[in-house]
T-cell receptor, first 114, second 114 residues
Framework: GNSVTQMEGPVTLSEEAFLTINCTYT??????LFWYVQYPGEGLQLLLK?????DKGSNKGFEATYRKETTSFHLEKGSVQVSDSAVYFC?????????????FGSGTQLTVLP | NAGVTQTPKFQVLKTGQSMTLQCAQD?????MYWYRQDPGMGLRLIYY???????DKGEVPNGYNVSRLNKREFSLRLESAAPSQTSVYFC?????????????FGAGSRLTVL
């Protein structure tokens, strides 16, 4: 079956530090890949996505590139802010059929200190 | 524009009691989902509904039932609550954006079973 593995947290960084959160996946075929973010007390929000190999998703200074060769979709940001403190989830899905629902990684808690 | 609305936000039950979590979306999405979120386990799919009139089991359906009342509403019922069902429950709906199945989540319902 499909699965997503992301680096375990928690991750604690100082403001303006570089962020990488690793994500790898196992799937039959070529899924779409996503990063969702969950701020304290809220539901998940889509952060960025990529639908095919070599696509780069970007939003709010975050980036991730769909790497088919390494089955990875690592999240990066060059300079984090305190407001980026949240839980980040990597996920995959297919656009049709019974596998349309998202499969999530376990989440990575990020804390950014001033 | 409310998006996905879940009720109640908080609920405490005793073992064996029943309850229904309500979910409604106003985005005219065809597909809806119920996930549960537990520490260290990410989100796990309980049930989903690809379209009005259809429902399918997800990864962890035991102990739950669902009803897709109409295109807007998708409820989750616990017939006889157990402490193992203590969790945060998220409803979501989805649309295809640029070939990717993108989910919009509600704010969550925190359920405690004593």
């Amino acid at each position: 079956g499909n699965s997503v593995t992301q680096m375990e947290g928690p991750v604690t960084l100082s403001e303006e530090a570089f962020l990488t959160i690793n994500c790898t996946y196992t799937a039959t075929g070529y899924p779409s890949l996503f990063w969702y973010v969950q701020y304290p007390g809220e539901g998940l929000q889509l952060l960025l996505k990529a639908t095919k190999a070599d696509d780069k998703g970007s939003n709010k200074g975050f980036e991730a590139t769909y790497r088919k060769e390494t089955t990875s979709f690592h999240l990066e940001k060059g300079s984090v802010q305190v407001s980026d403190s949240a839980v980040y989830f990597c996920a995959l899905s297919f656009s049709s059929g019974s596998a349309r629902q998202l499969t999530f990684g376990s989440g990575t808690q990020l804390t950014v200190l001033p | 524009n409310a998006g996905v609305t879940q009720t109640p936000k908080f609920q405490v039950l005793k073992t064996g009691q029943s309850m229904t979590l309500q979910c409604a979306q106003d985005m005219n999405h065809n597909s809806m989902y119920w996930y549960r979120q537990d520490p260290g386990m990410g989100l796990r799919l309980i049930y989903y509904s690809a379209s009005e009139g259809t429902t399918d089991k997800g990864e962890v359906p035991n102990g739950y039932n669902v009803s897709r009342l109409n295109k807007r509403e998708f409820s989750l019922r616990l017939e006889s609550a157990a402490p193992s069902q203590t969790s945060v429950y998220f409803c979501a709906s989805s649309e295809l954006l640029s070939g990717a199945n993108v989910l919009t989540f509600g704010a969550g319902s925190r359920l405690t079973v004593l």
